[in-house]
C-alpha cells in the first residue's frame, strides 16, 4: 500500500473518521429524516464513523460550547458505547478530523440561532455566528444519530445550511388546572430544545390553582394553591360531580429559578402568564377583598369561566398586582410577561360601585374600555421594569395597550388586527393550535376537551396570513401551541397529546414555507416514531388510525369513501359488512363509491400487524337520501356541516358538536322543507338530535311532521312534545321517530322548536340536528 495512503488512513482513523469511503455509501436522502427540515440540505457520500478515537474539539476557554460538547459525548455514548474527550481546538490551525464546534463571524447572517453543518468522512464541523445556534446545530446532529443503540456508529455525510424561519417557536403548559413538577417541566423543556422551539409558555395562574409562591402574599399558595375536589368526567356531562379530594401544588421562587436556568442552558425562553382581570378566583380565595362583591370564595372545582374577576375600581387590586409581577419578573430573564386579558366576563364590573365610579372619572364609555384602562395601567408598571406584556387577543377589546403584543387564539383575527396596528403578534389559533382537542374520533380517544385537530391538521398552520401587506407581516413574531390541562391529569397524558403534534408544529416554525412537504414529512415522521420510543415518550397512536371520509354525490347518489391515514408505511385494509378488518381484508388504494346502505370499518397493517385501532363509519340510505332540502333558517355560521345535504347524507353525527356532521341553530327552530322530487309513499320520519346540556345544546321541545304533494299546501301528519331528558348526564344523540299512517307525498317538511325560552332577550339555547331519515 502506498505509505502515504496508508499515513492518511491512519490518521483518520486516530482522530475519528471513518475508514476508507467505499465502505460506506453514498448517502440515502430518505435516510436523513430531520424535524423540522432544514433551509437547506445535501446527501453527500459516505459519512463519519465514530470510533473510540473520535474527540469533539471546541473554541479554547468557551463554557458554553464546552457544555455543548458535553451533551453531544453523553448523547454519542448512548447509542455508541463511546464517550468522546472534549478537547479545545489550537487556534489559527486547521483542525481536520473528529468533531469540531466553533463560533465564526461571517455566520451571524444566519441570524442567533443559525448554523452550518458539514459531515464529512474526514471530520464534522459545526458552526454558527452564535453559541445558540451550535445547540440548534446540535439537534440535527442528534438525529443523525441512530436512535437506538448500535455496535458501529455514523453520521451520514451531508451538508446543510439552516436557520430558523420565525423568532417565536413555543408551547404553552397550563399547570393551574392540572399542576406538574419541577422534573416533568424540565423534561417538557428537553422536548421543545429537541425541536428546536425556543419558547416555554408557563401558564401558571387560573381559577383552580395559584401556582408560583408569593413570598409579599403566602396565601396565594397556601389557600389559592389548592382546591376541595376536582371534576369527574366532562364539564359537558351533568349533573357534575366531582371528587371531592384535595388538590394542588406550587413552584417555590427557588424551584423557579431552577427551572429558567434549565430552560437558558437550552437557549430557551421561559415567558410565564399571571392572568389578570379575569381566571382570577384561586387569587380571589385568598384575598376576597380584591373582588367586586368581597367574596366568600374558593378555588374552583370546576373548569370553564367565572364572573368573579378582580375589581378594576378597587385601588388595592393594582397595588396587589403590581407587588405579584414585583415577584414575578426578576425570576425570568426574558423581555416578555404575559398578563392573560382573556375571557374575563363584564357582569360585576357592570353592577359595582368602585368599578362604574372609575369608569366615570376615567371617561370610560363601557366595560370593555375599562379592561383596556386596567391592562394599560399594568403595562405601564411593566414597562417602567424594562419588560413588555402579551395577552390574549381580548386586550384588542376597548383599545389596545400602546407597546402590548397579541396572542391571536380565537382563530388570525385578532393577530391581523393587531399587526394592522402595528403591534408584534403571536399567533395560537384555536383552530390549529389547541393541543387539547382530540387528535383522532373521540371514541377511539381518550376524555379530551373536544374540537378535532390531527397531525396533518397542525401541518397545514400558516402563522402569517395572507391578507397582511408585506410591512404588517414583519409583526408576526411567530407561533406557538397551547396545551391546557383541563383533562390532562397526568405527565403520560401531556405526552400523549403534544407528540407527535409537537414535530408538526416545529417543522411549521423553522422550516421555510416553501420547504415544507406533508408527503415527505410522513415518511420522516416514521423515524421520528422511533425517537420518540427511544426518548420514553408515551406518544399518541392516533396518526396509524385511519379517517373515513364520506362526501355525498347529490347527482350520483352514491357516497364516494375516502380513507386517510397520518402515518407513512402502513397499508389501509376495509370491510363494508362490519366484520373487522384484518391483514387480509380488500387493502384501500383509492377513493371509492358506495351506492346502498354499509358499515365500512378500517384500520392499518403493517407486515400483517395492526398498527392503530379499528375505525367505523355508518352508511344508511333511505328515501330522502342526497334529496334537495331548503331551510327557513339558517344556520348558524360556526355549525353548517356540509350545507343542507348534512340532513340527508345517510351518516349520523357523533356526540362531538364540532365534528362537522351537525346544523346548529342558536335560538332558532328548525323548519326544513326535502324535496323527494317524486310522489313517494312513507310511513316514518325519523329526526336526530343532539343533546348536550353542558355546552346549552337542547333537544326541541315539540316535533311536527307536515306532507305536500306541490310544495305549497301541506297539511299535518305528525306533531308531538319531544321529552327532555333530564336524566342524561352525558351528551347523547337522541332520534325523534314520527309514525304515519301510510301516505303519498312529494314534499316533506319537519319544523323542531328550539328550547328557547319564549321572550328571551338574546338567544341562550343551541339546537342540533343531523340525520332527517325517510322511510
Known amino acids: 500500500m502506498n505509505k502515504k495512503i496508508w499515513l492518511l488512513l491512519a490518521v483518520s482513523l486516530l482522530l475519528g473518521g471513518g475508514p476508507a469511503q467505499a465502505q460506506l455509501p453514498a448517502t440515502n436522502p430518505a435516510t436523513v429524516a430531520i424535524i423540522p427540515q432544514p433551509m437547506r440540505l445535501s446527501a453527500g457520500t459516505g459519512g463519519f464513523a465514530v470510533t473510540a478515537a473520535t474527540c469533539i474539539y471546541i473554541d479554547p476557554k468557551h463554557e458554553e460550547l464546552r457544555r455543548i460538547g458535553a451533551a453531544l459525548s453523553q448523547d454519542i455514548q448512548q447509542v455508541a458505547g463511546i464517550r468522546p474527550r472534549i478537547l479545545a481546538a489550537t487556534p489559527g490551525k486547521p483542525q481536520t478530523g473528529g468533531i469540531r464546534l466553533t463560533l465564526r463571524s461571517a455566520l451571524d447572517s444566519l441570524g442567533p440561532e443559525g448554523y452550518q453543518l458539514s459531515v464529512q468522512p474526514m471530520q464534522v464541523l459545526l458552526e454558527a455566528g452564535h453559541a445558540q445556534g451550535v445547540f440548534r446545530g446540535l439537534q440535527t446532529i442528534r438525529q443523525l444519530l441512530p436512535a437506538q443503540r448500535a455496535t458501529a456508529v455514523s453520521l451520514p455525510a451531508v451538508e446543510i445550511t439552516d436557520k430558523p424561519r420565525y423568532q417565536w417557536r413555543g408551547m404553552h403548559l397550563d399547570v393551574s388546572r392540572h399542576f406538574f413538577g419541577v422534573e416533568f417541566v424540565k423534561k417538557y423543556i428537553d422536548y421543545l430544545a429537541r425541536h428546536k422551539l425556543n419558547t416555554f409558555h408557563w401558564h401558571l395562574t387560573d381559577d383552580q390553582g395559584w401556582r408560583i409562591e408569593i413570598k409579599k402574599y403566602p396565601k396565594l399558595t397556601s389557600v389559592g394553591g389548592w382546591r376541595d375536589g376536582t371534576l369527574i368526567g366532562h364539564y359537558t356531562d351533568q349533573p357534575h360531580q366531582f371528587d371531592n379530594l384535595r388538590y394542588g401544588g406550587f413552584y417555590t421562587q427557588e424551584q423557579i429559578k431552577e427551572v429558567v436556568r434549565y430552560a437558558q442552558e437550552r437557549y430557551i425562553t421561559v415567558v410565564p402568564e399571571i392572568e389578570m382581570p379575569g381566571h382570577a378566583v384561586a387569587a380571589l380565595a385568598a384575598y376576597p377583598e380584591l373582588s367586586c362583591t368581597g367574596g366568600p370564595f374558593r378555588v374552583e372545582r370546576l373548569w370553564g369561566v367565572f364572573d368573579d374577576i378582580f375589581c378594576a375600581g378597587n385601588e388595592q387590586t393594582f397595588t396587589f398586582l403590581q ?453
Open 323 to 775: 407587588d405579584v409581577l414585583a415577584e414575578v419578573m426578576p425570576l425570568f430573564p426574558g423581555k416578555i410577561v404575559h398578563i392573560g386579558g382573556d375571557e374575563a366576563p363584564k357582569t360585576r364590573w357592570h353592577s359595582c360601585p368602585k368599578c362604574q365610579a372609575r369608569m366615570q372619572a376615567e371617561g370610560l364609555k363601557d366595560e370593555h374600555e375599562l379592561q383596556s384602562y386596567f391592562v394599560q395601567r399594568m403595562e405601564k408598571f411593566v414597562n417602567s421594569r424594562g419588560k413588555s406584556i402579551i395577552g390574549w387577543d381580548e386586550i384588542l377589546e376597548g383599545g389596545l395597550a400602546p407597546n402590548a403584543a397579541v396572542m391571536s387564539w380565537r382563530g388570525q383575527e385578532g393577530g391581523i388586527t393587531a399587526a394592522r396596528q402595528q403591534h408584534n403578534v403571536v399567533m395560537a389559533p384555536g383552530s390549529h393550535a389547541y393541543f387539547d382537542h382530540y387528535q383522532g374520533p373521540p371514541e377511539l380517544e381518550p376524555l379530551a376537551f373536544g374540537g378535532y385537530l390531527p397531525l396533518s391538521k397542525v401541518y397545514t398552520f400558516e402563522p402569517t396570513p395572507k391578507e397582511l401587506t408585506t410591512t404588517e407581516q414583519q409583526y408576526i413574531l411567530g407561533g406557538q401551541a397551547n396545551l391546557w390541562t383541563e383533562y390532562i391529569p397526568t405527565e403520560q397524558q401531556v405526552e400523549y397529546m403534544a407528540f407527535p403534534r409537537m414535530s408538526a408544529l416545529a417543522e411549521v416554525l423553522w422550516t421555510p414555507a416553501r420547504r415544507r412537504n406533508w408527503p415527505d414529512f410522513q415518511q420522516r415522521m416514521q423515524r421520528q416514531y422511533r425517537r420518540y420510543a427511544a426518548w420514553g415518550i408515551n406518544y399518541a397512536p392516533s396518526a396509524f388510525n385511519v379517517r373515513p371520509q364520506l362526501t355525498l354525490d347529490p347527482a350520483r347518489r352514491t357516497t364516494l369513501v375516502t380513507l386517510h391515514i397520518d402515518a407513512a408505511g402502513p397499508q389501509i385494509r376495509y370491510t363494508l359488512d362490519g366484520s373487522a378488518p384484518t391483514a387480509s381484508s380488500k387493502r384501500y388504494t383509492q377513493p371509492f363509491p358506495v351506492s346502498s346502505s354499509a358499515v365500512i370499518k378500517a384500520a392499518s397493517f403493517e407486515d400483517g400487524k395492526l398498527m392503530g385501532k379499528v375505525t367505523t363509519r355508518e352508511l344508511r340510505l333511505h328515501k330522502a337520501f342526497a334529496t334537495p332540502v331548503m331551510l327557513a333558517n339558517e344556520p348558524h355560521k360556526n355549525y353548517r356541516g356540509s350545507g343542507t345535504f348534512t340532513l340527508v347524507d345517510g351518516q349520523e353525527g357523533s356526540t362531538n358538536h364540532a365534528d362537522g356532521q351537525w346544523l346548529g341553530f342558536y335560538g332558532s327552530d328548525l323548519v326544513a322543507t326535502l324535496d323527494l322530487q317524486t310522489p313517494t309513499e312513507i310511513s316514518t320520519v325519523t329526526s336526530t338530535f343532539l343533546r348536550a346540556a353542558g355546552s346549552g345544546i337542547l333537544l326541541p321541545t315539540h316535533l311536527e311532521v307536515a306532507v305536500s304533494e306541490d310544495g305549497k299546501t301541506y297539511r299535518p301528519a305528525y306533531s308531538t312534545p319531544v321529552p327532555a331528558l333530564a336524566d342524561k348526564a352525558k351528551p347523547t344523540v337522541s332520534e325523534v321517530r314520527a309514525d304515519l299512517k301510510k301516505t303519498t307525498a312529494r314534499f316533506v317538511r319537519i319544523t323542531a322548536k328550539n328550547a328557547q325560552a319564549p321572550g328571551a332577550a338574546k338567544p341562550d339555547t343551541w339546537l342540533f340536528v343531523d340525520e332527517i331519515a325517510v322511510q
